[in-house]
């Protein structure tokens, strides 16, 4: 299974809104984050997808974690946001050497759940 992120900060400041998040990291895995808003949260409490905000790129700090922050121009207050974490991998695999041995590259790819949602206030 792969760690659900959690929002710990969201507010509207000087124009923005600034979401903050925090996420387990997987080793030797490339991290992108997508930030999505929508009018309701899910049933559940968890979010959903209905309006993407914007993707950071995230390195792992020495405790293991990504922390993550987006600041989107506008206002937001009201919306209900949430935080999606994609990690991959590239694998270089060698058959052979020359024009008719190629080497081929697999991609491992898996996403997280979405955060629980987070009003905007």
Do not use: C, M
Request: proline share 7%.
């Amino acid at each position: 299974p792969v760690p659900i992120p959690e929002i710990t900060s969201v507010r509207f400041e000087n124009g923005a809104t600034i979401i903050e998040a925090t996420a387990s990291a997987l080793a030797w895995t490339n991290h992108d984050i997508d930030f999505f808003a929508n009018d309701q949260p899910d049933p559940s409490g968890y979010g959903e997808g209905q309006y993407f905000l914007g993707r950071v790129r995230s390195q792992v700090r020495e405790d293991g974690t990504l922390h993550l922050t987006l600041n989107h121009p506008g206002d937001l207050r009201g919306k209900w946001v949430t935080v999606v974490v994609g990690y991959h991998r590239d694998y270089f695999y060698s058959k052979g050497a020359g024009p008719t041995r190629p080497n081929d590259i697999y991609l491992f790819a898996t996403t997280s759940e979405f955060s629980r949602a987070v009003e905007v206030k």
